[in-house]
């Protein structure tokens, strides 16, 4: 019984926030009794352009790769060879939320590669820069996470050191 509270917990609060990362529809599931179901999740996460409140003018023009680093779109079309090395991207924050399962998240994205591979998902336990801001991004580049509930990640970087520019 704990351990569906605990898991009740854990989804309600992820749903609560995390709208905007990379959420794909998940398999409809079973029943549960009305006083322990979850809150009722989209079918999609929208990327972050596309959440209400989010900044949508965030100039990516001019965002110059990192010096042995890669783009946006590289670290996508790169995953398979670059999983479990560091990685490092320059970009612009385009959406942040704070403590999560006892870590930060931002989205970086530099103006490289087209919609679903633009967009980078970090995660660190450094301090949150603000959003607009340039950055450069180093960590762990993992792929196909899921963390339960549908919030599935192709790419992310993991454990990042952040530096705003």
Known sequence: MQKTLLSSAIALTLAL?????????????????????????????????????????I??????????????????????????????????????????MDKNWL?????????????LTVTTEGDLPELGATVLVSGSLATDKDFGMGYQYPVILEDAVVTVE
């Open 17 to 57: 926030t995390l709208p905007g990362c990379g959420k794909k529809e998940a398999e409809p599931a079973a029943q549960a009794p009305a006083a322990a179901a979850p809150a009722q999740m989209p079918a999609e996460h929208p990327t972050p352009s596309a959440i209400a409140g989010a900044p949508t003018e």
């Open 59 to 100: 100039d990516l023009a001019g965002i110059a790769k990192a010096e042995g680093g890669k783009t946006v779109a590289e670290v996508y079309a790169e995953k398979d060879a670059l999983v479990g090395t560091t990685v490092a991207v320059r970009g612009k924050v385009v959406k942040v939320n704070a403590g999560i």
């Open 107 to 119: 989205h970086v994205r530099d103006g490289s590669g087209e919609e679903g591979t633009n967009d």
